[in-house]
């Protein structure tokens, strides 16, 4: 562990002066966005490239339309396996001799840990700011049917994760999109998994870390103070690497618990406030649904909301990512399918709950400019926004919002914000050396390799306002999306046949609840 | 009446130890009376992993329970077939209170045998194992102080 560190801290420390000296000349930093502009500009605007005459962009359709097509295909299985799949989580068909192995909750609980977090706190913000309140009925459109796609991905993960002689898994859509086409007699699977596990790295490193990293120092800054962002990178990634490299499981663990209930605190807290606002949350919907179809005053009016609903949910929810197929597939169930059924709770939890309590204060809370006159959103212009109080947007109109009815929530929003980035970093650090040791196989050496390369990105995210990089992992995390839905088309039948298999046994009573 | 069975809660412990000497010397003195020996790894399906946690939980899983044969339940075991009294050993993940009380039914057990641990804080003022089995059970527990 020491020796690590130290070669750790030596990487760190040899970067330091490049940075400190990119800060204040700022040279370095502009000749990086530069080149990476350069060479990687044509991607990012490929992958953001709206439809054309409109605003749109295809890939938030994409992820959009995949969710459609997998609800379709499995029957609306969100709303008919909603009540098995809480039943699931409280361990109602859970046998108890397998007591000891990874719970359905568990796995659960860990899979949110990665997708709760900026998308939540910022990500809607942003979204009702360009898209106004209707932006919310979008987002809760597409988080219900992102619910499909999870449920497709992670039964899938189950189904074709590795197990190794010593009792550990690895899982997600690299492997069952080499297994699954083979056994379907398809080509290009190997191809297939090893773009996955490019992409995945390289979004690993950019929206899982260096945005995190970024966004975390944003919100340290704000409350505490302008100071240099190496030291928020240093510090973030040297608990980082003590925690993924060095073995200090503690940390991980503290956070994996403290994490879970700073989203239930922050929920409580949202309750809280539309109770004592009770009288304006059935005005507040009226927006919401006025908005969605109306825009009320938004650029873009009605398609403004629903882009902006739609993105934000995918974002949030990772839904036909494939980042949530690696996290549960470390549940060692004899039935694929009762993960995929665990699984969809999780936009409904992310999008359906959490996003909407953050739209419902935002909206109730008033800190969007509206004309009293008209009812319509006053638009500012310069910004692409509505008109907000105090001019902000992002984490701080959240930050504002709830600061109307607490004054002190801005310091607990500083709290859970640097939290949620880091086990946001944790989490991603874990997919993307999942895709590393896909492409480079396991062992200690090479795993540390990763390990360092990630912590050095953190240092650089918090650093450096570098645009265009963050740009180009943005589109990675898409670009897993692409490969892995188009991988979902193929491999559904089988999902379908693990799906009618397991609920003909429920109905004929073979599969019997244990409680 | 069938065979009379008296279920032992293990943990380890000097009290799981004269927990197991009482019911030895009871199951003697009844005669026609087989001892279940049961050791509890305390786990819960509702805790927070992280993801290392969760990929390595079955190989952890199977260290605990060879460890927990090896270190408390054999040797237990062994010493009860020792006094020639039929002997059963169970090792289980969950909450100690719920899996002694639910393996006393199943085997139609006339008691349970526990050592008394002497629990601080919270844990008193919650009640630790010992008080959540009296409060549930269906048959009489014996606590051995």
């Known amino acids: 562990m020491n020796k690590l560190f130290t070669i750790f801290m030596a990487a760190c420390a040899s970067l330091l002066p490049g940075l400190a000296a990119a800060q204040e000349a700022t040279g370095l930093d502009e000749r990086i966005n530069q080149i990476f502009a350069d060479y990687t500009g044509w991607y990012v605007s490929f992958i953001f490239a709206p439809l054309p005459g409109t605003n749109f962009s295809w890939i938030a359709l994409w992820l959009v339309v995949g969710a459609l097509v997998f609800t379709v295909y499995f029957g609306a299985i969100q709303l008919k396996g909603f009540w098995h799949s809480i039943q699931l989580v409280r361990g109602d068909y859970s046998d108890p001799n397998d007591a000891g192995e990874v719970s359905h909750f568990q796995a659960l609980a860990t899979a949110l840990s990665g997708t709760v977090g900026l998308g939540n706190i910022a990500g809607v913000a942003v979204a009702v700011s360009i898209g106004g309140p209707g932006a919310t009925f979008w987002m809760v459109v597409a988080g219900l049917f992102g619910m499909a796609t999870k449920f497709t991905e992670c039964t899938l993960g189950v189904k074709y994760r590795n197990e190794y002689p010593d009792g550990h898994v690895s899982g997600g859509p690299m492997y069952y999109i080499t297994k699954g086409f083979s056994e379907r007699g398809l080509p290009l699977g190997g191809f297939m998994a090893v773009l996955f596990s490019i992409f995945t790295i390289l979004g690993a490193l950019g929206g899982g870390n260096m945005f995190q990293a970024n966004q975390a120092h944003a919100q340290l800054a704000g409350v505490l103070g302008d100071y240099p962002g190496w030291i928020t990178g240093v510090v973030l990634a040297g608990v980082t690497f003590a925690v993924i490299a060095g073995g200090l499981k503690s940390i991980a663990r503290v956070t994996e618990k403290i994490v879970p209930f700073m989203g239930i605190f922050y929920v409580l807290v949202s309750i809280l406030i539309l109770l004592i606002n009770w009288d304006m949350i059935g005005w507040a919907f009226g927006q919401i649904f006025m908005g969605a179809f109306t825009g009320l005053g938004v650029v873009g009016g009605f398609t403004g909301a629903l882009i902006q609903g739609f993105r934000r949910a995918a974002f949030s929810n990772e839904a036909g990512i494939g980042s949530a197929a690696i996290a549960h597939s470390a549940v060692r169930t004899k039935e694929p399918v009762t993960e995929g059924y665990v699984a969809l709770l999780e936009p409904f939890i992310d999008t359906v709950v959490i996003c909407t309590m953050t739209a419902l204060v935002i909206v109730i809370s008033g800190v969007l400019n509206q004309d009293p006159a008209t009812g319509l959103y006053i638009w500012n212009e310069e910004a692409g926004r509505i008109a907000t109080e105090g001019d902000v947007s992002g984490v701080a109109l959240t930050s504002a919002a709830y600061a109307r009815a607490f004054s002190w929530f801005p310091i607990l929003l500083m709290v859970a914000v640097v939290l949620f980035a880091f086990s946001t970093m944790i989490s991603w650090s874990y997919y993307g050396l999942k895709a590393w040791t896909y492409l480079f196989g396991e062992g200690a050496m090479k795993e540390l390799v990763f390990k360092i390369i990630f912590c050095l990105f953190i240092v650089i995210g918090a650093a450096a306002s570098l645009g265009p990089v963050i740009d180009f992992s943005d589109a990675m995390l898409f670009s897993m999306a692409i490969v892995n839905i188009i991988a979902l088309y193929f491999l559904m039948p089988i999902v379908k046949r693990e799906l009618n298999s397991y609920v003909a046994r429920l109905r004929s009573g073979e599969i019997v609840k244990h409680k | ?145």
């Not at chain 2, 293990?10 to 009290?15: P, W, Y």
């Not at chain 2, 019911?23 to 509890?40: N, P």
């Not at chain 2, 605990?64 to 169970?90: C, K, M, N, T, Y």
Request: include cysteine; charge should be negative.
């Open chain 2, 1 to 145: 009446m069938s065979k009379a069975t008296i279920v032992v809660g293990l943990d380890g412990s000097e009290a799981g130890a004269r927990a197991l000497a009482f019911a030895q010397s009871q199951a003697k003195q009844i005669g026609d009376c087989s001892v279940t020996v049961c050791y509890v790894i305390e786990w819960s399906p509702f805790t927070f992993q992280t993801k290392e946690e969760n990929e390595q939980r079955h190989k952890r899983r199977e260290e605990e329970l060879q460890r927990a044969h090896e270190v408390v339940l054999d040797p237990a075991v062994s010493d009860v077939q020792a006094q020639g009294i039929e002997v059963e050993g169970i090792v289980r993940h969950g909450d100690a209170a719920d899996i002694l009380e639910e393996v006393a039914k199943k085997r139609g057990a006339h008691q349970i045998v526990v050592g008394r641990v002497g629990e601080r804080g919270l844990k008193r003022l919650f009640g630790g194992v010992t008080g959540r089995l009296v409060a549930g059970s269906s048959v009489p527990v014996t606590i051995i102080p």
